[in-house]
T-cell receptor, first 116, second 114 residues
Framework: GAGVSQSPRYKVAKRGQDVALRCDPI?????LFWYQQALGQGPEFLTY????????KSGLPSDRFFAERPEGSVSTLKIQRTQQEDSAVYLC??????????????FGPGTRLTVT | AQSVAQPEDQVNVAEGNPLTVKCTYS??????LFWYVQYPNRGLQFLLK??????LVKGSYGFEAEFNKSQTSFHLKKPSALVSDSALYFC????????????FGRGTSLIVHP
């Protein structure tokens, strides 16, 4: 079946530009997570949605980062006024249930953002 | 605060030999533990998890992991490595109660030589 998809796969932005990263989770998955993965590191939590509700945004590094999931399916991560330190791979993951902590996550291929 | 340590940046093993990728964790209460694998330009793929019960967990592609509560470890193992197992492996932990946010290790690069 279809997995988690993300677009674009690669994005080059000039410093100061705004970018929007899209995530299409697996159909029917309630939970959606965004992560930031720096080179040589594991994924770092950014934000969590349960359906359309953003229940946790404690990992967003600054107020330039904004995420939404208005209809409880597709999600968009927006970064305003990009900075070089924003360069990373942004991963989206979905999970079948709500706060079932035992459920594994299904990851998309990621969007590699390079800010020049 | 919860944390995961993967002490080896890289593990090298010959094809056909057993492999072990190490993971230790720190969490309040009982842990839920996960292993994921990442191939180049791909997202993380779930391999296996420990929730409760038998300490030896079997997962995809012949991998298994052993939960050791006293040593707070969850090492990934495979009896006979394949060249195609070469990839980046991540261990992750969540507490069984409380935060649903998983913490990932920094990853271990497994290289299987023909």
């Amino acid at each position: 079946g279809a997995g988690v998809s993300q677009s674009p796969r690669y994005k080059v932005a000039k410093r100061g530009q705004d970018v929007a990263l899209r995530c299409d989770p697996i159909s029917g998955h309630v939970s959606l997570f965004w992560y930031q993965q720096a080179l040589g590191q594991g994924p770092e939590f950014l934000t969590y949605f349960q359906n359309e509700a953003q229940l946790d945004k404690s990992g967003l590094p600054s107020d330039r980062f904004f995420a939404e999931r208005p209809e409880g399916s597709v999600s968009t991560l927006k970064i305003q006024r990009t900075q070089q330190e924003d360069s990373a791979v942004y991963l989206c993951a979905s999970s079948l249930a709500g706060r079932q902590l035992s459920h594994e996550q299904y990851f998309g291929p990621g969007t590699r953002l390079t800010v020049t | 605060a919860q944390s995961v340590a993967q002490p080896e940046d890289q593990v090298n093993v010959a094809e056909g030999n057993p492999l072990t990728v190490k993971c230790t964790y720190s969490v309040s209460g009982n842990p839920y533990l996960f292993w994921y694998v990442q191939y180049p330009n791909r997202g993380l793929q779930f391999l296996l998890k420990y929730i409760t019960g038998d300490n030896l967990v079997k997962g995809s592609y012949g991998f298994e992991a052993e939960f050791n509560k006293s040593q707070t470890s969850f090492h990934l193992k495979k009896p006979s490595a394949l060249v195609s197992d070469s990839a980046l492996y991540f261990c992750a932990v969540r507490p069984s109660g409380g935060s649903y946010i998983p913490t990932f290790g920094r990853g271990t690069s497994l290289i299987v030589h023909p």
